[in-house]
């Protein structure tokens, strides 16, 4: 992948993935003018579904970071990690509070971002890679 300019905005995706076999990541990052990237990570240790969704979260952040982009939404299914990142629900779990810990540290390096809730159905983009 390219370095992004200054001004484009890089659009990710994520999801986790369970299966009977284990849990993973998937992140499909979108880069203009619409090349697509995807990247899907196994977990071998065993995780909640909750602590899947942050780690794709960080997985699509420190992607994105290594191609310098400096502008990033991202966008996932799950209304608790997003509203929690936000800081609209708050995290009383250690785990949780470990993981947005980390994010913000990972995301000082952009100079905008931010992270949507978006429809299960909506994406799309995570789900075909899970499949």
């Known amino acids: 992948m390219v370095q992004p300019d200054e001004e484009e905005i890089l659009i990710i995706f994520v999801d986790r993935a369970s299966s009977l076999s284990g849990c993973g990541v998937i992140v499909v990052i979108i880069a203009p003018p619409g090349e697509k990237f995807k990247l899907a990570l196994r977990i ?3 995780v909640t579904n909750n602590e899947a969704e942050y780690e794709a979260v960080l997985a699509g952040i420190r992607a994105v970071r290594e191609v310098g982009a400096s502008r990033i939404i991202l966008y996932s299914d799950s209304q608790l990690i ?3 990142i936000k800081g609209i629900y708050e995290a009383k779990d250690d785990m949780m509070l470990k993981y947005l810990k980390l994010i913000k540290a990972q995301a ?3 100079v905008d971002w931010s992270i949507e809730q ?3 159905e909506e994406n799309e983009e995570a789900d075909a890679l899970e499949k």
């Open 44 to 46: 071998y240790s065993r």
């Open 118 to 120: 978006i429809p299960r």
């Open 108 to 110: 000082e390096v952009f």
């Open 82 to 84: 997003t509203q929690q």
